[in-house]
């Protein structure tokens, strides 16, 4: 009877573990890469998730799992396009982006150690928003202090201006189309670009904090 009982139990539970990812393996995969095409991650994205701002890599440490696993998949299935990240997220398959993104959301939170000047501009962007040309603050969806809302929402403090900038870049253009219900998009088409540096220069230099996210 108690067997009958166990084993419906471990069934139930398997696919939460297997959810959470492995973080070893995906620390070697973040290292070394695989044997099936994906190039090891700190080639970019540094030694500790770190990000490299002049290049435009974005740091990884301390964002939600659930984020960054979505990320490699809408990369591999095309919803999201990018000439490095695509035949690298090919390599991977659910449970080995799963694993890597588990790694990196193990983390010590990372910021860009390049201070901006002070912004009027993009803190009011960013915290109150520019309602008469209908853009919503954006701690309205990315939470308190920018620090994510996951999975839909990442965190935005501490990011690099550059990749930033880049990202609303894309959203504004059109090249970046896995955004929640077109939300970024069409915030994106109404920002200038002096509000996109402005913004992006803000959030540089938000001090990081953790994803308020439940899973990371």
Known sequence: MKLRLIIPLLSALSPVAMA???????????????DQGATACVACHGASGEGNAPAG?????????????KQLRDYREGSRTNPTMNPIA?????AASRDVAAYYA???LAGDTA?????????????????????PACV??????????????????????????AQLQAWREGTRNNDTNDLMKVVAKRLSDEQIQ???DYFATVPVQPDTGADR
Do not use: M
């Open 90 to 94: 090919a390599a991977l398959d659910d």
């Open 198 to 200: 402005a913004v992006a």
């Open 140 to 165: 309205s969806c990315h939470g308190p202090g920018g620090r994510g809302v996951a999975p839909a929402f990442p965190a935005v403090a501490g990011q690099h201006a550059s990749y930033i900038r």
């Open 20 to 34: 959470a990812g492995d973080i070893d393996a995906g620390k070697r995969l973040a290292l070394q890469g695989n």
């Open 57 to 69: 890599f974005p740091r990884l440490a301390g964002l939600n799992v659930d984020y960054l696993a």
């Open 106 to 108: 193990s983390l010590d």
């Open 115 to 135: 201070k901006e000047k002070d912004n009027a501009a993009g803190r009011t962007l960013a915290l109150r928003g520019d309602w008469e040309n209908t853009i």
